[in-house]
């Protein structure tokens, strides 16, 4: 019984023991470490170029405690076609005005040029998004009126300037006016050349975006839009360093029109010879200044001008608006763009190698006929369809691929050409012909060839630019001769 006894006592004890152990080592746990998450802080919109530019989270979400996760998905604010030309007309078009002198700005046409000969990526995507949004199907789609009228201005000016940025070599000079351009003897049919594309059209020109959409929308009785659109010229009014908008265009409209006039290129007054010079602006459009206020005169007055003598037109300047040695600015005092980032797609259009813009297939895939063969450039922006004075067949649209062939080590033109006759019957002229090419001291590549017609073409890897011709094979009659912007 007494051994029975001192088992039982043993027991207890060991029992005791344990349990204290297992109290102690449970109260020196370290304490469990709470999973929390961290709220973005605010991201600047200014100077980022990516997709999602913003994520806002939602309010009530950040008011929680730290362990209760909201299952609200966070709210993606992307960057709109707006923010994105701030960006672009900011960086690129300068005041030049010193204290005390009316506004005014200039283009700086070399850094354009610099950094798309440099395919400097954030360049490169920066324009890449800014013709993404412009060509949207759905960019106009419920707009106000107000919103599509600031959209065509943008539009206007924006392209102007990338025409130039485009083509601003032309026979390995630099070009001294947007008419350098110009095809033919009409000195300005380079603003009938269709190169733009907007909501989900393929090539329309300026005239079009200004005589067409604008004019629609105005009824041409609004002289303001003439100080508003810019034709890359010194001549031109002021080009603004900023988007117009739609929830602000009336004060752009009459700031913009008003800085304008304070211009000697728009109105001065010679008091000796008692005349008042204007820009011919008021000359081409003074039906639409009368429609607006009644007259030029009062037009002018309305926005702070005045006519004092008789009148007498400027002759218009049609160098290009851009930086000269007496407007020179300090790099330092040029703003920067953004950060570089990756950039996948191409210029212009947005194309890369394998996707176009909106993710879809390149427009070039097709035509890719063995393993041994590159796709060089794409080249859709046609600048000139001339017409022929003896076919009369007009380009009205292009779709061309330049491709190497790397094992025959010849360059190949594919693709079609919209083209149109004197009757006016539409057809698809199927391209391709390749053969060894031939380099230049301009620097292009020339090739031509036999088929079923004899075939030029002429193409800078630098500048962009396709120049292509087809000829009869008898008497070599010229049927068709294009110039096309490539990417």
């Not at 998004?129 to 009228?149: H, P, Q, T, V």
């Amino acid at each position: 019984m007494k051994h029975a006894c001192n088992v039982m006592v043993l027991f207890l004890m060991v029992l005791f023991v344990m349990q204290g152990c297992s109290k102690y080592q449970k109260d020196n746990l370290p304490p469990v470490q709470r999973q929390t998450t961290e709220t973005s802080t605010t991201k600047d919109t200014t100077l980022s170029l990516d997709e999602d530019d913003t994520v806002v989270q939602d309010s009530e979400t950040n008011s929680e405690a730290d362990d209760q996760v909201s299952d609200k998905p966070p709210v993606v604010v992307e960057k709109s076609l707006e923010d994105l030309l701030d960006i672009f007309f900011g960086t690129f078009v300068l005041p030049i005005n010193k204290v005390g002198e009316p506004f005014d700005t200039r283009v700086d046409y070399e850094r354009l040029h610099d950094l798309r000969a440099k395919k400097d990526k954030t360049f490169v995507k920066l324009v890449t998004k800014i013709e993404r949004k412009f060509r949207a199907s759905d960019a106009l789609r419920g707009k106000s009126d107000a919103y599509k009228k600031a959209f065509y201005v943008n539009a206007y000016n924006y392209f102007a300037i990338r025409l130039i940025n485009r083509f601003y070599m032309k026979d390995g000079k630099r070009i001294k006016s947007i008419l350098d351009l110009s095809e033919g003897l009409n000195k300005h049919q380079i603003f009938d050349a269709r190169f733009i594309r907007i909501h989900s059209e393929e090539l329309v020109s300026l005239n079009t975006v200004e005589k067409k959409y604008l004019s629609g929308l105005t009824n041409d009785r609004d002289g303001r839009y003439h100080f508003a659109v810019i034709c890359v010229s010194k001549g031109c009014p002021i080009t603004l360093n900023k988007a117009y908008r739609e929830e602000i265009l009336e004060t752009q409209l009459d700031e913009v029109t008003k800085a304008s006039l304070l211009l000697p290129r728009m109105i001065t007054h010679d008091n000796d010879d008692k005349k008042t010079y204007l820009t011919k602006l008021f000359d081409w459009y003074e039906s639409h200044f009368e429609a607006d206020k009644g007259s030029v005169k009062a037009f002018i007055q309305h926005h702070g001008g005045d006519i004092l003598y008789k009148v007498k037109f400027q002759k218009y300047d049609w160098s290009l608006n851009g930086l000269t040695s007496e407007t020179v600015i300090e790099e330092d005092d040029k703003p920067e763009l953004p950060t570089e980032v990756d950039q996948q797609g191409g210029e212009g259009s947005g194309e890369g190698a394998n996707q176009d813009g909106e993710g879809q297939a390149n427009p070039c895939a097709a035509f890719i006929q063995s393993e041994q063969e590159k796709v060089i450039s794409i080249c859709r922006n046609l600048v000139s369809g001339k017409e022929h004075k003896l076919t009369k067949n007009t380009v009205t649209e292009a779709n061309l691929c330049i491709i190497r062939n790397r094992e025959a080590d010849t360059y190949i033109v594919r693709g079609e050409l919209n083209s149109v006759d004197k009757k006016e019957r539409e057809s698809v002229i199927e391209v391709n012909f390749g053969a060894v090419a031939k380099v230049e001291n301009d620097g292009y590549f020339t090739w031509d060839t036999k088929h079923e017609y004899r075939e030029e073409a002429s193409f800078h890897p630098e500048e962009l630019t396709l120049k292509f011709r087809q000829n009869t094979n008898g008497v070599r009659r010229s049927l068709r001769k294009i110039v096309v912007g490539c990417e």
